[in-house]
C-alpha cells in the first residue's frame, strides 16, 4: 500500500512540474511598454525617443499580436518555439515575417533580440 501511494504522489508531483513548465510562454500574453531601443547603428536621442514615444506591444494567448506607436502599427499571429527562445510573428497586413530571440521573458520584463536591435519592454499592469 505504502508504495501505491508513493507512485501516485512521484506521479502528482512530476504532473506539478510539467504543467509549471509551460508558463514562462504565458507571460508573454499581455500588453508590453516598450522603454529601450538600442541598434547597431548609432541613432541621435530624438529619434530613439521618437520610435519609443508610446509605443506598445500586445501579445494574445490565442496567438495574435499588435503593435502601435512609435515603433509602427501593425497586427498578425505569432508562434514561441518549445523552449520560449524564439518568437516568430507574421503580420496580416504584409508586412513581413521575423523572428526574435528573446533575451529575457517574465511577468514584468520582456527583451527582443532582431538584427542587431534589442527592444526592451515592461509589462502594463
Do not use: H
Not at 541598434?39 to 503593435?67: C, H, Q, V, W
Not at 518568437?87 to 542587431?116: C, P, Q
Amino acid at each position: 500500500m505504502k508504495n501505491i501511494k508513493l507512485i501516485g504522489l512521484t506521479f502528482l508531483i512530476g504532473l506539478f512540474l510539467i504543467s509549471c513548465g509551460g508558463k514562462k510562454g504565458a507571460d508573454l500574453a499581455k500588453t508590453w511598454q516598450v522603454t529601450a531601443i538600442e541598434t547597431e547603428t548609432d541613432l541621435p536621442d530624438s529619434l530613439r525617443n521618437a520610435m519609443i514615444a508610446n509605443s506598445k506591444m500586445a501579445f494574445t494567448k490565442d496567438g495574435a499580436y499588435t503593435t502601435t506607436g512609435g515603433i509602427g502599427a501593425d497586427q498578425g499571429t505569432y508562434t514561441l518555439d518549445e523552449d520560449v527562445k524564439n518568437l516568430s510573428t507574421v503580420s496580416s497586413a504584409g508586412k513581413s515575417s521575423e523572428v526574435y530571440t528573446i533575451s529575457k521573458l517574465d511577468k514584468d520584463n520582456l527583451i527582443l533580440i532582431n538584427r542587431g536591435s534589442t527592444v526592451t519592454c515592461i509589462a502594463i499592469k
